[in-house]
């Protein structure tokens, strides 16, 4: 396969930031400085730019789209997409008004990643239980899938008010696209492959060729259904600096901050230097200095058998300079590097 057939993005759950000096930033202008990010990615040249949602203090976006549509006004040729919607808890007929609105908005440049989110603030937020995760995915997944034909829909189910023969606006000029962001159960990628939806893979820990399996039970299920081959993505965190020196140890503080409280709340224990160097040396944080992130994305695109790689570029309360300096670094020294030796 050769190099134009690879896709290079960014995510962004939009982490809550802090000025040059350290001081915490406001919402509004850690959401603000998400846009000049966005901006920055696109005039680089980078293929994506994903927002995530969620719902809690350390992250500023809780409505993606909204902020995408601010983007889409002020960039020209990048992908805007979620990263993810947290389909469970939304409702799919405005799921798909939304982004057939940013699409309009965009010249066509809308995508929507659906998943159920690795966090699960959402559900109590909305008024959805918990007991009912796996259902509500599944049936508003199947009700988004057929709204996305842009045709009269007749559908019912446990979790929203039936629809017979209902059509949906505003129609999009060429379709939108959609991704299925999976974290790492079978269950998950048969039902993307079912649908006949691309895949994302969520890889946050480990060695990424661990993920190998899933996407070979994808490729397998969608020859299985007659069904065209379609592409894998990667979604990991990383930082870059200009030497793997500086890189390891700017990004530490950062790293304990933002992964220590997730592992606190879900019971993993205290999170340890060692930890965080293993993840850096062998698993799926890409740190390092452009060589270093480029071997480690390669590596991982080729053992995954991926066509895209999107790179979580915020990772806990950084100062735009960073995020900036992230942003230009992978895009200027990293994709390059893919490329070429994804080339060879």
């Known amino acids: 396969m050769t190099s134009q057939h690879y896709r290079f993005g960014l995510d962004t759950f939009g982490d809550s930031s802090v000025d040059e000096q350290g001081n915490p930033n406001s919402d509004a202008q850690t959401i603000r400085d998400l846009v000049d990010q966005a901006i920055l990615a696109d005039q680089l040249g980078l293929d994506n730019f994903n927002v995530g ?18 983007i889409a006004t002020v960039t020209k040729n990048i992908t805007l997409g979620s990263g993810v919607t947290v389909l469970s808890s939304e409702d799919p007929v405005r799921v798909y008004q939304r982004f057939a609105t940013l699409d309009a908005l965009s010249n066509g440049r809308a995508e929507i990643t659906a998943g159920r989110g690795s966090f699960t603030e959402s559900f109590p937020l909305f008024g959805y239980e918990l007991s009912d995760y796996h259902v509500l995915f599944e049936e508003k997944l199947d009700l988004l899938v057929q709204l996305l034909k842009e045709k009269p829909v007749t559908w019912s189910g446990k979790t929203r008010a039936g629809l017979t023969n209902q059509q949906v606006y505003p129609k999009t000029e060429h379709g939108l696209s959609i991704r299925v962001g999976v974290g790492g159960s079978p269950e998950s990628v048969v039902r993307a492959a079912n649908h006949g939806i691309p895949m994302a893979l969520a890889i946050i820990g480990g060695d990424p060729a661990r993920f190998e399996p899933y996407a070979r039970l994808y490729r397998t299920r969608l020859q299985e259904l007659g069904k065209e081959q379609l592409p894998v993505s990667i979604h990991s965190p990383g930082y870059i600096a200009p030497t793997d020196e500086e890189a390891f140890e700017e990004f530490w503080p950062y ?19 060692a930890h965080y160097m293993s993840e850096v040396l062998h698993g799926s944080m890409y ?42 670094l992978y895009a200027n020294e990293v994709v390059p590097r893919v490329k070429a030796l994804l080339a060879k």
């Open 287 to 328: 740190v390092g200095s452009p060589e270093t992130v480029a071997k480690k994305i390669a590596y991982a695109i080729e053992s995954v058998g991926a066509q895209r790689f999107d790179l979580k570029y915020s990772n806990g309360p950084m100062p735009q300079s960073r995020l900036l300096r992230n942003i230009e």
């Open 53 to 70: 949602e969620h719902h809690r203090d350390d992250f500023a976006v809780s409505a993606p789209d909204t902020v995408l549509a601010g």
């Open 255 to 273: 790293y304990k901050g933002s992964f220590g409280r997730i592992g606190r709340e879900r019971g993993w224990g205290e999170t340890t230097h």
